[in-house]
């Protein structure tokens, strides 16, 4: 499975974050950072960065959800924005 770079964060956090994202859109998620980045945890340069990697399957509908986060299409979500049941789901 080839696997190809959609984001590269600044960070391991950051990285986490994107990868809890696009998991929950249904995208396969794999991070890679040097592991001397790693180890001493790094979130600058070189070697702070963190690639999140996706199937070449998934990179175009990977690629589109980035973008609609980073546009804010998933900010500033009100209570109306959910339906009922989720409500529920979620207090169970």
Known sequence: MELISVFASAGQLEAEMIKAFLEAKGIEVVLNQESIGRTIGLSTGRLGKVDVLVP?????????????????????????????????????
């Open 56 to 92: 070449e399957s998934q990179a175009v509908e990977a690629t589109e959800y980035l973008r609609a986060m980073i546009n804010g299409e998933y900010e500033n979500l009100d209570e109306n924005t959910f339906s009922k049941e989720d409500n529920e789901e979620s207090q169970t």
